[in-house]
């Protein structure tokens, strides 16, 4: 840490060693791990023994109304990597703190991400990021009215040496694909994908070709403009564990990157140069794997349902959500536990991955669109109405 803690009643304030904003946790948080409120920086709880207090310009730096840090469990491989992959994004890319996080759970728990943003926050650069760090192959689609199913999975093409078909593998051939502004491309395009998304696999002229795994699919769409954009069916939809909403950056945020990225610097220089790659695809298949053994309440197990279930009565909901939402948010809560060092997951993780699990498997009834009704202020609602279960 930067400074050395001080302890206040039952309380014990250090400043993060990230952001050097003040934290205070309970005083029995002692040696434990905690999450700064301010960068989300995991950070280790000091004693309270130490004698001295952090500067006055520190404990002035600190906002009024700032949350109170989530104490979280021990370090594990996991949290460690989680910490560490965090800490490398930020290198190059600034905020967007949950569709960092999202995209890490949906990596570690085999599923994929729909992002709705507008064009220029990113999007690239943080998948080229990713794959770097994870030590994964990056690709890239860009959609379009006429792209055709076969330009995504490859085709057959005839080889003159041999008088016979060999398939050519498509850009669907890698670990972490950008299907940048998957809506502009008709249904039977979008029809390619269901397979993939929820197989791993390709199947074409009747021969499986298997994918190499992890496989993350990261599609973005651009929620201004319709004009020559096609709605994704529900079915596809579905498939993606998450939507994420990436927004405009703070003040501070578009601040700090035009300082990171206002030179004329070589991108593909600096993420070759500046960046390291922390693990690689056989670590996380089998942290993947591992993660499936976190802990989960029957409680809790019956918290998701009700939530999922309520959904489908709704009354502001003409669709609600299948259980494969259900399912989603199992295997999400699982791997943000072993994110926090935890082998059990809590009612507070159910909550913080719900929105982004539920946003885009519900529909609105055509009087709460007239109403200019938001999904998410719906879905808080929804979820503030279940009493949340204790665990023991």
């Not at 994929?112 to 064009?119: A, D, M, Y």
């Amino acid at each position: 840490m930067n400074n050395p803690p001080e302890s206040a009643g039952e309380k014990i304030r250090f400043s993060c060693s990230q952001c050097s904003q003040i934290i205070s946790v309970p005083l029995d948080s002692a040696g434990k791990r905690a999450k700064c409120p301010h960068c989300e920086t995991i950070a280790a709880i000091p004693a309270t023994s130490a004698p001295a207090a952090p500067p006055a310009a520190a404990i002035e730096a600190t906002p009024v109304s700032a949350p109170a840090a989530v104490a979280t469990g021990v370090e594990t491989e996991t949290s460690k990597l989680y910490d560490s992959i965090r800490r490398e994004v930020a290198k190059v890319f600034v905020g967007q703190d949950e569709l960092v996080e999202g995209t890490l759970i949906a990596i570690f728990s085999g599923g994929h991400v729909l992002i709705e943003s507008v064009p220029g926050l990113g999007k690239t650069l943080f998948v080229r990021t990713i794959g770097k760090i994870l030590g994964c192959d990056f690709g890239r689609i860009q959609f379009t009215a006429d792209l055709m199913p076969s330009d995504i999975t490859g085709a057959p093409v005839f080889n003159m040496k041999t008088s016979e078909f060999d398939f050519r593998p498509g850009p669907v051939f890698t670990q972490l694909l950008l299907a940048d502004e998957i809506n502009r491309s008709p249904a039977k395009t979008h029809a390619a994908l269901l397979e993939i998304m929820q197989e791993k696999r390709v199947t074409v002229d009747g021969t499986t070709h298997q994918l190499d795994l992890p496989f993350l699919v990261l599609a973005t769409q651009n929620p201004l403009e319709s004009e020559g954009t096609y709605s994704l069916p529900e079915a596809q939809l579905d498939r993606f564990m998450f939507k994420l909403i990436a927004d405009y950056p703070s003040e501070q945020q578009e601040a700090n990157i035009l300082a990171m990225h206002g030179g004329q610097a070589n991108l593909d220089l600096t993420l070759e140069e500046g960046i390291q790659t922390l693990t690689n695809p056989e670590q996380i298949n089998r942290l993947t794997r591992e993660n499936a053994a976190m802990r989960v309440d029957p409680l809790l197990i019956d918290y998701i349902n009700k939530i999922v279930r309520l959904t489908r009565r709704w009354p502001q909901f003409y669709m609600g959500a299948s259980p494969r939402a259900g399912i989603s948010m199992m295997q999400g809560i699982r791997t943000l536990a072993a994110f926090n060092g935890r082998d059990f997951a809590v009612p507070d993780d159910v909550v913080h991955i719900a929105k982004s699990i539920l946003r885009h498997r519900v529909i609105l009834t055509a009087e709460a669109e007239v109403e200019g009704q938001q999904i998410d202020t719906l879905l808080d609602e929804l979820i503030r109405t279940i009493e949340v279960p204790r665990i023991k």
